[in-house]
């Protein structure tokens, strides 16, 4: 193996060997809420207004 093959070895090995992040306590929005928030943007877009 040359040296770049070696190193990336090890690199996969200590890659592998890490856990996974926790996932965060924060709830994730619903599609409801997420439409809602794209409706209330869409309400307030007023074309050729900047």
Do not use: C, E
């Not at 992040?21 to 074309?47: F, H, T």
């Amino acid at each position: 193996m040359t040296r770049i093959d070696k190193t990336f070895s090890k690199l996969s090995h200590r890659m592998n060997d890490l856990t996974m992040p926790a996932r965060s306590g924060a709830a994730v929005p619903s599609i409801a809420s997420l439409l809602d928030k794209v409706n209330a943007a869409k309400l307030r877009y007023q074309p050729g207004a900047r």
